[in-house]
């Protein structure tokens, strides 16, 4: 089955611990990304990454890090998290990584993240 | 800049009536426009989308979205709510000359169909 995984799907953490989020796609998809969701807010792009080693900032990358080692997987790092990373958390993924292409994002069921 | 406004932060309708959650964006060129629903805990899965061609575009579920270039809207419509319908519904706007694929969203409206 055509899917985008994430791990955790829940997470409660303190200030200041590292962690990571993973993300997964079985669709040799070349474009992934992720998102958070806040109330009011809609969806706003962290991090993308166009293909392997190929990563770039979105609209709110402030706090994280990424990585794109292999083209299945794309890890969302919170090296200190704050309690404003409280949030709804979506990867996504899309065929193709250039412009002009219409293609379709597929996204995972989130993660829901607290910072305490 | 690009951006999409979903006026509505709420739609509520009864079942088996109409249905219009609306949307209008912004873009420098041409659009590529989406919606996405999302159910409570869930991810959020695509309904429809508009590239080129026909202004009105069918999509899953029986909803259906117009396309108005002159009115830079893109509503989705449905003839028959069904309590199911119930969600919370995303627009999403690229613009095609830009590299990264990146969707903007709208704030989301959430839909509320009655029994």
């Known amino acids: 089955e055509a899917q985008v995984t994430q791990n955790p799907r829940y997470l409660i953490t303190v200030t200041g611990k590292k962690l990571t989020v993973t993300c997964s796609q079985n669709?040799?998809?070349?474009?992934m990304s992720w998102y958070r969701q806040d109330p009011g807010l809609g969806l706003r792009q962290i991090y993308y990454?166009?293909?392997?080693?190929?990563?770039d900032k979105g609209d709110v990358p402030e706090g994280y890090k990424v990585s794109r080692k292999e083209k299945r997987n794309f890890p969302l790092i919170l090296e200190s998290p704050s309690p404003n990373q409280t949030s709804l958390y979506f990867c996504?993924?899309?065929?193709?990584?250039?412009?002009?292409?219409?293609?379709?994002?597929?996204f995972g069921p989130g993660t829901r993240l607290t910072v305490l | 800049a690009q951006s999409v406004a979903q006026p509505e932060d709420q739609v509520n309708v009864a079942e088996g009536n109409p249905l219009t959650v609306k949307c209008t964006y912004s873009?420098?060129?041409?659009?590529?426009l989406f919606w996405y629903v999302q159910y409570p805990n869930r991810g959020l899965q695509f309904l429809l989308k508009?590239?080129?061609?026909?202004?009105l575009v069918k999509g899953s579920y029986g909803f259906e979205a117009e396309f108005n270039k002159s009115q830079t809207s893109f509503h989705l419509k449905k003839p028959s709510a069904l309590v199911s319908d119930s969600a919370l519904y995303f627009c999403?706007?690229?613009?095609?000359?830009?590299?990264?694929?990146?969707?903007?969203f709208g704030k989301g409206t959430t839909l509320s169909v009655s029994s």
């Open positions: 669709m040799n998809h070349e474009y």
């Open positions: 990454s166009m293909n392997v080693e190929v990563t």
């Open positions: 999403a706007v690229r613009d095609i000359n830009q590299a990264g694929t990146a969707l903007i």
């Open positions: 996504a993924s899309t065929l193709h990584g250039t412009s002009g292409r219409p293609d379709t994002q597929y």
């Open positions: 873009v420098s060129g041409n659009p590529y």
């Open positions: 508009y590239i080129t061609g026909d202004n």
